[in-house]
């Protein structure tokens, strides 16, 4: 299975899915203030994701040691993307989200969640 970003990768998407099939291929959308853990769009024909959920599970995962990595030389660069992710409040919306720094990205923490929200959807256990 391979779990990638709805928004922000369609043309490599298609080729994923051209090259792979639709079926092993799972597109998701982050939504906040979605109940549901996920929610499939038959339209869009993707997932929509629980943004905050979704990272909460990964994070816990990671700190319960759910989650095998490769040694810190080889994955440091990747690593780093997740220790830069903090959580915060928004007071207007009574709601607790995660951020990063503008210069420091997020982009690996959200390939390994995808990657893995594919790989249990696959196995029914998600």
Not at 25 to 46: H, I, L, Q, S, T
Request: glycine share 8%; with cysteine; charged share 25%.
């Amino acid at each position: 299975m391979i779990g990638v970003d709805w928004g922000h990768g369609w043309g490599m998407n298609s080729h994923l899915v051209k090259r792979y099939g639709r079926e092993r291929v799972m597109e998701f959308m982050y939504v906040a203030n979605m109940k549901a853990r996920y929610k499939w769009d038959p339209e869009g024909f993707f997932f929509k994701l629980n943004r905050s959920l979704a990272i909460s599970e990964f994070l816990t995962s990671c700190k319960n040691k759910g989650l095998l990595l490769p040694v810190w030389e080889e994955a440091k660069e990747f690593v780093k993307d997740i220790l830069g992710v903090y959580v915060d409040y928004n007071e207007r919306m009574k709601t607790m989200y995660y951020d990063h720094p503008i210069d420091r990205p997020d982009d690996a923490m959200h390939s390994i969640i995808y990657s893995r929200v594919a790989g249990m959807m696959a196995q029914a256990r998600y």
